[in-house]
Nanobody
């Protein structure tokens, strides 16, 4: 009974774009910090971006700065990750996560108690 549901993954060419969405089910996560993480086979789950509903604050991993944009839609209770100029190394399973509001946005997966099931992103050359 996941409380976060991701969508929008798929196949893109290098240099292309994909948009991932995360919608809350069964409860709202407005007022939380929403994060996107990714995990490639054989690698640790890593932070990608985060959005704080209370003040629209965003945080990004250095590897995606300038290419990815995270945003929240209050009306739809949805958090979106717009991914542009994709590279093959961006291919991974992407997970949406939520945690309680803190001043410093956490980047460790262990700080997020709520997770979605993930959506696969594949980037071809």
């Amino acid at each position: 009974q996941e409380q976060l549901v991701e969508s929008g993954g798929g196949l893109a060419q290098a240099g292309g774009s994909l948009t991932l969405s995360c919608v809350a089910s069964k409860r709202t996560f407005r007022g939380f910090i929403m994060g996107w993480f990714r995990q490639a086979p054989g690698r640790e789950r890593e932070f990608v971006a985060a959005y704080r509903w209370s003040d629209d604050h965003t945080s990004y991993a250095d590897s995606v700065k300038g290419r990815f944009t995270i945003s929240g839609d209050n009306a739809e209770d949805t958090v979106t990750l717009q991914m542009n100029n994709l590279a093959t190394e961006d291919g991974a399973t992407y997970y949406c996560a939520a945690t309680y509001v803190t001043y410093t946005v956490p980047t460790a997966p262990s700080a997020y108690p709520y997770w979605g099931q993930g959506t696969q992103v594949t980037v071809s050359t």
